[in-house]
């Protein structure tokens, strides 16, 4: 598959025989940048479960009013053997992560690169200088950029394609990492579910048992942005004991919400309430993967019309659980499955309707054993694994 665009920049052209010498060089150039967001198209080129993102959207995560920017600093790396690109990295530290979690922990991110070991080595030796030189003792990724963003690299379940906001990699890169030092911190388990998962005696009892307590409705698109900072008060709420928790900023929620607005049904966003209080909410996403994976990156000249049709018209066959929580005063509580139950129905039912299938449940912490086991009450099934890896430094 062709890189989306014809050439790179003079001083990074793949013309001619490059010497076999590998550098690490930081990202400053405008050339180096377009040479790292397009990394990616010479090493999954061959791998027919990968999805090109669009170019934009990879744009816009280093845009410097990026919200994430407001909290967190960053820095990027190439790994160039003569002038080809052949690895990328970052580098990241979350302001917000540090004062939450107080563990001199930066992060490390976009980590892809040809099978080498030398190239991978180099690539963390930049990183962790880096990191090390601003405080950090120990490197946690890889996140790109934050927790609240695309995380983990995957190391089980390469046979498929990636759900939207989820990432891919190929077998050997998990394997490069390990031998750069760094060692399983979490893993993040994606659950496939079945649209029309029959129901179950469990989920009926506690449906019945909970049933005068719990309310439920979808979001009010003509107050699309309070209902927003509602949902992600019970988010915040919910995920604050969480590990890694980063809670989101006011304007991390607006960008976000102006990110997937156009893609948003609101029959797949449901909040539930206690007894009148708001207490939960759910957010399905149709997954816009299979909407792109053909156009290369590229919404020009005419793919953003493809893109236009296949969300609109022919619709996405599968949709992904992007976000859910209930807040911690009802968690491991029946009061806590009942508002999960009640919001799985309720979409079940609206997804159906929209002619969806399949649903990816992501990302569940691997430790999370009781939404594990609700999902498996759906007869959802783990289907791909990602990694957090750490390393002292």
């Not at 793919?303 to 968690?331: C, D, E, F, I, N």
Request: glycine share 6%.
């Amino acid at each position: 598959m062709p890189a989306p665009f014809s050439t790179l920049e003079p001083e990074l052209s793949q013309t001619g025989a490059a010497p076999a010498r590998l550098s690490v060089v930081p990202v400053q150039t405008r050339a180096e940048h377009r040479a790292f967001m397009l990394l990616p198209w010479s090493l999954y080129k061959n791998d027919s479960n990968w999805v090109p993102p669009l170019i934009t959207e990879q744009q816009k995560l280093f845009a410097p009013d990026h919200p994430f920017f407001e909290h967190a600093s960053c820095r990027r790396w190439l790994a160039l053997r003569g002038k080809h690109p052949v690895g990328r990295i970052s580098a990241q530290i979350d302001q917000l992560y540090l004062r939450h979690h107080r563990d001199n922990a930066g992060f490390f991110g976009m980590i892809e690169a040809e099978d080498q070991q030398e190239t991978y080595d180099l690539l963390f030796d930049a990183a962790e200088s880096w990191l090390a030189s601003q405080g950090m003792r120990r490197v946690m990724g890889p996140f790109n950029l934050s927790i609240n963003q695309e995380c983990g690299m995957l190391v089980e379940g390469f046979d498929t394609r990636p759900s939207m906001l989820m990432g891919h990699a190929l077998p050997y890169m998990s394997m490069r990492v390990e031998q750069s030092g760094y060692r399983k911190e979490q893993d993040l388990i994606a659950f496939m579910i079945e649209a029309d998962a029959p129901a179950t005696p469990i989920r009926n009892v506690v449906l019945k048992k909970t049933a005068k307590r719990i309310s439920t409705r979808t979001v009010n698109a003509k107050q699309f942005q309070q209902e927003l900072r509602l949902a992600f008060a019970i988010y915040n709420d919910a995920w604050a004991d969480n590990w890694g928790f980063v809670p989101f900023t006011d304007r991390e929620i607006q960008q976000l919400g102006r990110d997937l607005k156009p893609v948003l049904n609101a029959d797949f966003v449901r909040l539930a309430s206690v007894d009148g209080k708001p207490a939960a909410f759910m957010a399905i996403l149709p997954n816009i993967n299979e909407a792109i994976a053909d156009l290369n990156g590229r919404l020009l000249p005419l793919g953003w019309l493809k893109l236009l049709w296949r969300m609109t018209v022919r619709y996405p066959k599968s949709a992904r659980m992007l976000l859910m929580g209930v807040r911690r005063q009802y968690q491991d509580s029946l009061l806590g499955a009942g508002l999960a139950y009640r919001l799985i129905c309720d979409t079940q039912d609206a997804v159906l309707k929209r002619g969806i299938r399949q649903v990816e449940l992501s990302w569940v912490l691997e430790n999370n054993t009781g939404v594990r086991d609700i999902i498996r009450e759906f007869g959802g099934v783990e289907y791909k694994r990602y990694r957090i890896f750490s390393k002292e430094i």
